[in-house]
């Protein structure tokens, strides 16, 4: 086999095979049937818009910044450590 073959395998049962070749065609499935999730792109349908997420992440934001409650995350996540710091920041100015 050289370098630049390329091959594909189709497994059918010997009718298939021969009903096939006397035609020269190939069926193949449709992704929908394979039982791979990751075989085809999966349409993905949101209750919301891009612009409820935005609004809902900036507002998530927010109240990590200067709400009542101090974050809960990674301390050594970049952002979480600005919030902690902006928080006790705030604190001091007051």
């Known amino acids: 086999m050289h370098s ?3 091959r594909f395998y189709k497994y059918m049962n010997p009718e298939s095979a021969i009903a ?34 935005a609004n809902a ?3 998530e934001l927010v109240a990590m910044a200067y709400g009542p409650d101090e974050p809960i995350g990674d301390p050594n996540n970049e952002y979480i450590k600005l919030t902690l710091l902006n928080r006790s920041l705030k604190k001091t100015v007051r």
């Not at 096939?20 to 999966?42: H, M, Q």
């Not at 349409?43 to 919301?48: C, E, G, H, I, Y």
């Open 4 to 6: 630049n073959d390329v």
């Open 20 to 53: 096939s070749l006397e035609s020269g065609a190939t069926r193949w499935s449709i992704p929908k049937l394979f039982n791979d999730p990751f075989d085809f792109p999966v349409s993905m349908d949101f209750k919301f818009t891009g612009e409820e997420i």
């Open 57 to 59: 992440l900036t507002e």
